[in-house]
């Protein structure tokens, strides 16, 4: 349900799911956005807050712990927002990668925090080594892999490791809380092909609630 006891013609924003481990975090993250400039220092003090949720259990709904079979990712991958604030600046949601999926190499363009719920992940990250001015030509080149169990977490700060992709390592899906300083699911943002050296405009959406302009085009 959207906090605001209502919903809009563009989908639905503030709280998608309410329990008070969720409400404890965005407050949390809401407070530390009006007490701090530096997104280094606002992910540094949301560290005890994200650990807390990702070490809580059975305040995630099992709909938005399963597998999206319209997934726009591929392979089943199922976004699900769980908080969106209506002017775009934080999001919530949780990411479903079936056993042996992997998302694509994807960025983020916000700062944040994503972490390991449940299951296994092995993470590839990429720096970039071209300047960007071919919109679609990217130089990519690994710079980290890591292997993830729940309640290990990792900040984002852009451009700094913000490429990266997924892969489920364990027999059950894995599902990643992400925390991010934008809509993610709905902004623009953009899907590389490393062995090509491609890149593409991508947007994920969420399998749960409508972007501006798709909620606009169905009238
Ligand atoms: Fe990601």
Redo the contacts with the bound molecule.
Sequence with gaps: MCDSGHSHSHGPFGFLVDTPEIRALIDETHRQMAETAEPAERVEALKPAFAKLLGADGWLPHDYATRDEKSRMGDGIGQYALYRAEDGSLCLFS?VVPPNAA?PV???LAWGL?GLYKGAQHETVYRRLDDGSDESRADLQISKEQSLAPGDFYP?LPPTDDI???RTTSDTASI?I?LLANDTACVWRHKFDPAAGTVAAFRSGYANAECVEEAAAKG
């Design positions: 990411l998302t994807h960025d983020h994503v984002l990266h992709y997924v990643s992400h």
